[in-house]
């Protein structure tokens, strides 16, 4: 079975970078799909950005260029690089994954194991 735990989150200043952490265990082989969501309060769950267990990644148009996921095969962690932060950044942040093959995209209705969540509050 699949636990996933996340940390690193806290508040910032607008500008400011974070590296939020997810501990993984479970994962047994390499066809899986891990991603980084967030919810806001009074909003949807989205998604930001997936990888695969072979550094495969995608990423929503919204933190391009800002934002890098990655994941340390050794360490059994997955990583969120957050730089240039901006107040809409504010939001629970949530790593998950799906044992699937394939392209992996960070669409909320195909993950089935979820952390926690860790707070990320940038301020203004």
């Known amino acids: 079975q699949v636990h996933l735990e996340e940390s690193g989150g806290e508040s910032v200043p607008a500008g400011g970078a974070l590296r939020l952490s997810c501990a993984a265990s479970?994962?047994?082989?390499?066809?899986?799909?891990l991603g980084w969501f967030r919810q806001a309060p009074g909003r949807k769950r989205e998604g930001i950005a997936a990888t695969d267990t072979d550094g495969g990644t995608s990423y929503v148009d919204s933190v391009k260029g800002r934002f890098t996921i990655s994941l340390d095969n050794a360490k059994n962690t997955l990583y969120l690089q957050m730089n240039n932060l901006k107040p809409e950044d504010t939001a629970i942040y949530y790593c998950?994954?799906?044992?699937?093959?394939?392209?992996?995209?960070?669409?909320?209705?195909?993950?089935?194991?979820w952390g926690q969540g860790t707070q990320v509050t940038v301020s203004s």
């Open positions: 479970g994962i047994t082989d390499s066809s899986y799909c």
């Open positions: 998950a994954a799906v044992h699937a093959g394939g392209y992996c995209q960070p669409r909320v209705s195909e993950y089935d194991t």
